[in-house]
């Protein structure tokens, strides 16, 4: 028989997210107001970050095709160090909904507004100063596939080869491999397969990997370029180039002082599940599996170089932390090492944003503590008329003709696309007066039909916090 009551369908949850969109997006606004209002989310606990190796979190900004089919950000930054993300989720009658926010501590973390160069100078600089000192630096970058580590990657590239050509650099000695499981192909010579050796004193040696020489930030990032071109990747579900392999980068920094000093950067595979992937025969499978295995072993041996003293590190238990034992744990050279895990923000990717952040937490922690609250939605209670200040010019324009019986309707033209809400809330009054055609009067009714609005809003958002307390009381 078919289902006559909508409310009650059974949906899946990624289903059900972007079905109630509004009321989500709703409760989450509310839920991001109280914690700017409070300055923190009251439980999330900072973290010390007395580990050797730090790790970042940075968000990427929703994507235009996902804004087109109706996601929505579903991740706050509420400090400097807390990263929450608001898990939408229905009751089990499948009509009642709620969110329970997970918060996140790392070392810092970046929202979507962040440029890539501020979020290189906090986490990657630090790296490369090192490494042009002549020490041996590693930077890893970890998550969901699509969720922006090449993009990072790349980025923090541009900036490291504009850093070590005018701090002293005279030359960076590039190799860039590809290892799928164990694996390893040189991604500059045709794709030669590659050997991971031991030599007695346990240094490790990639035999038949051959080295580029960059002498100008021009040359680093055609030589990445051709890299990445090379590298192995395949469509999935989240991300229609999708690597499916871990990329490892080796930058040896010449100095004109003589030292030379490395910089890895490690853009590992996306871990996604099975279920995103859109070929499902085996071998693709034997990859996850051999993808997800490399992780642990990285994840293995961090944690133990993080404990004070370290203990021993288990790197001979995947290809990934053969590679990479003389950098990270270099008999000869002071070593230092960034994780940045990147996250997607929208509804359908919550569950696995919330393992990538555990995952890269449990690179440095034993047992990271998350701290969750749960907000029941009520959905009278919800604002979702969206707020001025988040209307676009396209809003203004459509809204002007209600105001003072169309007088201000021939002035919708002058409203240019900069012009959305929160561009108009910053207008002083000769702005309006401008907007209007140089009609003062007219101006002056634009701003205080702006001005009343606003204060409406306030009103209601008041009476409906009022409210919502009065019931949580009860
Ligand atoms: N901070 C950002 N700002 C703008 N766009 C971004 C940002 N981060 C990622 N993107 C875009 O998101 C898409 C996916 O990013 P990217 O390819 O870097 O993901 P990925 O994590 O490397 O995925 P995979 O593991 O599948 O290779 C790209 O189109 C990229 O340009």
Redesign the pocket.
């Known amino acids: 028989m078919a289902d006559t009551v909508d409310t009650r369908k059974n949906l899946d949850k990624r289903t059900a997210r972007t079905r109630y969109a509004d009321i989500f997006k709703g409760a989450i606004a509310e839920l991001r107001d109280s914690y700017t209002q409070h300055g923190r989310h009251q439980e999330a606990k900072r973290s010390k970050t007395s580990h050797r190796i730090d790790v970042y979190a940075?968000v990427?900004?929703l994507?235009p095709h996902e804004v087109a089919r109706g996601e929505y950000t579903t991740i706050s930054c509420i400090d400097e160090q807390t990263m929450v993300v608001h898990d939408c989720m229905m009751h089990a009658d499948m009509i009642h909904k709620y969110i329970e926010t997970h918060a996140h501590t790392f070392t810092k973390v970046f929202n979507?507004d962040v440029p890539?160069e501020a979020v290189y100078s906090s986490v990657a600089k630090p790296l490369v100063d090192h490494a042009i000192a002549g020490g041996e630096s590693v930077c890893m970058?970890y998550?969901?596939?699509?969720?922006?580590?090449?993009?990072?990657m790349l980025g923090f590239l541009k900036n490291i080869a504009a850093d070590v050509f005018d701090e002293g650099g005279s030359a960076i000695i590039f190799k860039a491999v590809e290892l799928v499981g164990s694996k390893c192909v040189d991604l500059l010579h045709e794709r030669t397969k590659v050997l991971i050796c031991e030599d007695d004193k346990g240094e490790i040696e990639l035999v038949h990997s051959a080295s580029k020489i960059a002498a100008s930030a021009d040359d680093l990032f055609e030589l990445f370029t051709e890299a990445t071109n090379n590298r192995t990747?395949e469509a999935?579900q989240?991300?229609a180039?999708?690597?499916r392999s871990h990329l490892i980068c080796f930058l040896q920094i010449e100095s004109v002082e003589g030292s030379n000093g490395q910089l890895v950067l490690l853009?590992l595979?996306?871990s996604e599940r099975k279920e995103d992937q859109v070929t499902t025969d085996r071998a693709r499978h034997q990859e996850t599996i051999e993808t997800n295995m490399a992780h642990l072993a990285l994840k293995q041996c961090l944690l133990a170089m993080s404990q004070d003293p370290p203990s021993h590190i288990p790197y001979r238990n995947s290809a990934l932390t053969r590679i990479l034992k003389n950098h990270l744990w270099s008999t000869t050279k002071q070593s230092r090492a960034a994780v940045v895990v990147?996250a997607s923000p929208i509804p359908t990717d919550t569950e696995h944003t919330l393992t990538s952040l555990i995952h890269a937490r449990a690179m440095v922690e034993a047992a990271p503590a998350v701290s969750k609250t749960i907000k029941e939605i009520v959905e009278g209670e919800l604002n979702t008329t969206p707020l001025f200040k988040t209307w676009s010019a396209a809003q203004i324009q459509a809204w002007l003709p209600s105001l003072k019986k169309g007088a201000l309707a021939k002035y919708a033209i002058n409203i240019k696309p900069a012009y959305d809400g929160a561009a108009v809330l910053r207008f002083p009054p000769a702005r309006f007066r401008m907007l209007c055609g140089g009609n003062a009067e007219h101006g002056k009714w634009f701003s205080d039909a702006v001005k009343a609005l606003v204060a409406e809003e306030k009103k209601l958002d008041a009476e409906r916090r009022a409210r919502n307390m009065a019931m949580k009381r009860k």
Request: no cysteine; glycine share 14%; hydrophobic share 20%.
């Open positions: 940075r990427r900004p994507l979507e890539t970058m998550g969901q596939t699509g969720s922006g580590k090449t993009h990072t990747t999935t989240v991300n180039v999708s690597s853009d595979a996306g990147t």
